[in-house]
Structure formats: structure tokens, C-alpha cells
């Protein structure tokens, strides 16, 4: 089992966004899931709104 | 389940849920309608079922965000990955007897998005069976 947090706008599987989960992903779903933003690996408290303004200036 | 109106439908693709992002979902089985008629003093003709074609239509807004519409879908049709699909009328309430799942695992063949000034983005994906199994209700 591996620890994966749901980080992008909508739910993953049944875990909703920001929402912590374990899960034996299939490896190829796995890394589509992480490619695109969907989930990360490990524990990540969800961001605030300033967070989420923050890194969407920094990527510009 | 009473009559309803589709509102609260669940579309999920690649274990992510697309519900918000899709406003229109349309499942459709045709069994091929065989010939199998003889010679009968009516005239009359007999047919077996054929191949079975099954497809599932969805409307999605068009979306580029981070795991939205553009990002899990065209990764899916570009690498031409199976994905599963599943669609069931009540997102809130559990799968069940009258709450079916439709699943299976899907191929996109067609990927098309496109804009029109001043008009909501959307755009149609179909998803054809991947295996065998092809798409079937679920009730657990």
C-alpha cells in the first residue's frame, strides 16, 4: 500500500480533493494519475487559496 | 427509482471523476440483426443476434486544468491507453439495484475538441470497449 494524496480539483477513485489515501494503484494508472496532477505520493496537507495563487505565479 | 431528472450522474475515467465536467452521457448496445431466414410458406423472415457494438458517448465541457477533461483524456488517446470508465445516475447514493454502474475498460479512438466565439466549450469523446467484457451494468 502506498500513501498518495489527491491534489487535483476533483476526486480520485473515491478520495475527494485534498483527502489522503493508501491504495495499490496500477503502476501505468499510477503514473498517468501523477503526469497530469491528479494525485501525489506521501502526505501533503492541502494548500490554501494564497498557496494555489502563489504557485500559479510562479510557473508563469 | 422513480422517474428522474439527470443531475447528480457520476462519470469517472481513469479513476477520476469528470462528473462536473460532463453534461451529457449516452450508452448504446446494438446486437447485429442476422439473416438466418429458409424458405417458409409465410415468407416471413427469422434473424439471430449477431456481433454486439457497444459505445459510450459523453458531452465534456472542454478543460485544461490540472486533471481535467483535456489532461486525462488526451493522454488516454494519444498513448491509446485502456482506461476504466464508469458512469452511474446517482454520484451521492451507493451502487446498487436501482442505482446501476455501468463499467468497462475503454479505448478513445477520436479525440476532437474545438471552440466557437461565445459559445461553451464542449466537445464529444466515445469510448469503445477495450476487452471482451465490453460495458455492463453493475449493481455492487
Same mark, same amino acid.
Given at each position: 500500500m502506498t500513501k498518495y494524496t /489527491?491534489?487535483?480539483? /476533483?476526486? +480520485?477513485?473515491?478520495?475527494?480533493?485534498?483527502?489522503? +489515501?493508501?491504495?495499490?494503484?496500477?503502476? @501505468?494508472?499510477?503514473? *498517468?494519475?501523477? @503526469? *497530469?496532477?491528479s494525485i501525489s505520493k506521501g502526505s501533503h496537507p492541502r494548500k490554501k487559496k494564497e498557496d494555489g495563487n502563489a504557485e500559479a505565479d510562479s510557473a508563469n | 427509482m422513480p422517474k428522474r431528472i439527470a443531475l447528480t450522474d457520476k462519470i469517472q475515467l481513469d479513476s477520476t471523476d469528470l462528473s462536473d465536467f460532463a453534461r451529457q452521457v449516452q450508452f448504446t448496445s446494438d446486437d447485429a440483426q442476422v439473416d438466418v431466414s429458409g424458405f417458409n410458406t409465410l415468407g416471413t423472415n427469422e434473424y439471430l443476434p449477431g456481433p454486439r457494438t457497444q459505445s459510450v458517448t459523453v458531452d465534456f465541457y472542454g478543460s485544461y486544468g490540472t486533471g481535467e477533461v483535456h489532461q486525462t483524456l488526451y493522454t488516454i488517446y494519444k498513448n491509446r491507453t485502456t482506461t476504466a470508465l464508469k458512469w452511474r445516475p446517482d454520484g451521492v447514493a451507493v451502487v446498487g439495484v436501482s442505482n446501476p454502474e455501468l463499467?468497462?475498460?475503454?479505448?478513445? =479512438?477520436? =479525440?476532437g475538441p474545438g471552440a466557437q466565439r461565445g459559445s461553451e466549450d464542449t466537445f464529444q469523446v466515445t469510448f469503445m470497449p477495450a476487452d471482451a467484457a465490453g460495458f455492463d451494468y453493475f449493481t455492487t
Open positions: /489527491v491534489t487535483g480539483p /476533483v476526486a +480520485f477513485m473515491e478520495y475527494e480533493p485534498g483527502e489522503e +489515501f493508501d491504495e495499490d494503484l496500477d503502476p @501505468e494508472l499510477e503514473a *498517468r494519475a501523477l @503526469e *497530469r496532477g | 463499467r468497462g475498460n475503454a479505448k478513445v =479512438y477520436s =479525440y
